[in-house]
């Protein structure tokens, strides 16, 4: 079970500032929008955070393109908004940390070849819940989240939707604990993400065959053994070699339940 409370209350309470600037190409007036500045969770998702941005920048543009999906771009690259924004910045900046982060926002041309559809915050509420149900198979053979009722689902979303930590928490903490006699889960809900983007999943242990708890450095060598110096970055921190694989479950996951590790 979670019980650095100080570790997961300071994972809760990151952010990013960040800088969001309308495509040059789509400014339809003479005067120039300011840009529209913001502090938002780490641990939150795009589409849970862009509300007021997106009124700010409207009034800008033609009035034709005013219902299209707005989407973010980061020197170019499309961010995708089912990932949670630490991750992306991790992944995007984390070896050439800039702040605040400088995003571009579009209101035509959405590339349908990179990024999902999210007409509302509803579909981002279906895709987190899908990834928490994921990962409690991987740890629990999916016996938490069946387990549990609908007000508990909801309250899940609503405690990260609205930055809740202790109603996160509540319920959070039943898909942290550790069931049965093994004391670790059945296996590590992990992502792992080269620069480029391209995610390696495995299945991974949280135990060595002896019994022993597995730490990160022996994970790398099982998925990295032909590279050397390999480090692992999440939450704006490299991660400790010898950090056992069940406690950064535990402490270091996104609310979706998963690690998601950035190759630095």
Request: charged share 25%; glycine share 4%.
């Amino acid at each position: 079970m979670a019980n650095d409370r100080e570790v997961l209350r300071e994972i809760w309470d990151g952010k990013l500032p960040i800088c969001f600037q309308l495509d040059q190409e789509e400014i339809m007036e003479i005067q120039q929008p300011d840009p529209f500045y913001v502090m938002v969770p780490r641990l939150s998702y795009f589409p849970l955070v862009t509300d007021k941005m997106k009124r700010h920048f409207l009034r800008f543009i033609s009035q034709e393109n005013a219902d299209n999906e707005m989407w973010l771009d980061y020197n170019g690259q499309p961010l995708k908004w089912h990932y949670p924004i630490g991750f992306l910045y991790d992944l995007y900046c984390g070896n050439d940390p800039q702040l605040p982060w400088m995003l571009t926002v579009h209101f035509t041309k959405f590339p349908e070849d990179i990024l999902l559809h999210c007409p509302n915050k509803d579909v981002v509420e279906a895709h987190y819940m899908s990834t928490v149900k994921e990962a409690d198979v991987l740890k629990h053979r999916g016996q938490v989240m069946s387990t549990m009722q609908k007000k508990d689902h909801n309250q899940l979303w609503l405690g990260l939707q609205n930055d809740k930590f202790d109603q996160f928490w509540a319920i959070n903490r039943r898909l942290m604990e550790s069931h049965g006699d093994n004391e670790g889960f059945k296996h590590i809900p992990i992502r792992i993400y080269a620069d480029d983007g391209v995610c390696n999943q495995r299945l991974v242990n949280p135990k060595n065959t002896d019994g022993s708890r597995k730490v990160l450095q022996q994970m790398i060598n099982e998925i990295y053994p032909e590279r050397i110096n390999v480090k692992l970055k999440t939450h704006g921190i490299v991660l400790p070699l010898d950090t056992p694989l069940q406690w950064l479950s535990e402490h270091m996951s996104y609310p979706d339940n998963f690690l998601h590790l950035c190759l630095c």
